[in-house]
């Protein structure tokens, strides 16, 4: 079972736990910003700044397709439309790259990139379990988010309604009473409407998140 890492410590947690060197994550815009909301040192910081910079590299080809991008060997990868980034990452040591997207039932919260300073292919093992965290990350990440704005969706709800929906989520997703908070104020916050009211969609199964 997955351990739930505070928000700070994210990046850190995908090098501990992976066999890879450097880590970051960005929200990639709508219904976030376009931005890097971590890194786990300033390499991944710069390559993450030049991905989001050039609009190419494997975060945004993760985000279209809404599976991983998996580069073992950047030396062999001449055939992919990002050479300033392969040039960058090369100067840098990176030698294999992976991207992870992340999301919140239908909510595309952004990317999970990895970097390696050897080229390896990732086992069948170390993708499900990168891919498992990525959505571990995605709840914490739309929890940052959230928690620093101020919206409608972050109104107090009926207590009856939100703790009933919340229970339904946590049996849905498998997480924590607290993330499926964060899935159920996601989610209103991405469709523009209230906590109680998709509380409610909830409860009479309009919205459910294992589907």
Known sequence: ML???????????????????????????DPFELTTVGASD????????????LGVGPCWEAKAAGTP????????????????????????GIRAAYAF??????????????????????????????????????VRVVDQVLSELTSPAAEASPRRFVHQATGMVMAQLGVPSDDAMVVIRAHAFAAGMSVPDVAQAIIRRDIDFSA
């Open 101 to 138: 997207p992340m999301a919140l039932g239908a909510i595309d919260v952004g990317v999970v990139d990895l970097y390696a300073t050897t080229a390896h292919a990732l086992s069948p093992h170390d993708v499900e379990e990168a891919w498992a965290m990525a959505d571990v990350a995605a």
């Open 3 to 29: 351990e739930f890492p505070a928000f700070t410590s994210l990046c850190d947690w995908f090098v501990s736990k992976l066999p890879i060197h450097h880590a970051a994550i960005s929200t990639l815009g």
């Open 69 to 92: 991008v998996l580069v073992p060997d950047l030396r062999q990868a001449s055939t992919l439309s990002w050479p300033e980034l392969l040039t960058a990452a090369e100067s840098r």
């Open 42 to 53: 300033a390499i991944a910081a710069e390559l993450e700044g030049m991905q989001l910079d």
